[in-house]
């Protein structure tokens, strides 16, 4: 196995910073539709803002596992760039468990984009239905 360089797992770095502002900025996102939702709900008690909140709940919930494999991510490649002097193997480890926790913060940000389409499809699809019987 060749040997690691600091410059290896220091590429990761400013991805993952990256990564995780945009995690943080959709999360103030979401956090301040749901709240504008709830507001919205104690006023006209609609049963269609329910299942949105219920959605904005579980997106929440994805992107708060998306910034935390994130921040094992950085972890992991900073304990691999600390190993690399003193032991290759296991920086080579916890190089190889940074790329997987990016992998699997990458994995949970996808669902939620996914679910944000499908939580604009149903509120597009509500406002045509209305506009469509007056």
Known sequence: MDSLSYNTPGLLFPAISLLMLAFTNRFFGLASLARQLLEKY???EEALLVAQVRNLRFRISLVRFSQSFGI????CCTLSIGL???QNLAAWLFFGASLL????SLVYSL??????TQALKIEIEAVLKENLYR
Do not use: Q
């Not at 094992?72 to 972890?75: D, K, N, P």
């Not at 669902?111 to 944000?116: A, D, T």
């Open 72 to 75: 094992l991510s950085l972890i």
């Open 111 to 116: 669902l939620e984009i996914h679910l944000s």
């Open 84 to 86: 690399v002097f003193f």
């Open 42 to 44: 104690r006023e006209t």
């Open 101 to 104: 926790f990016m992998i699997l």
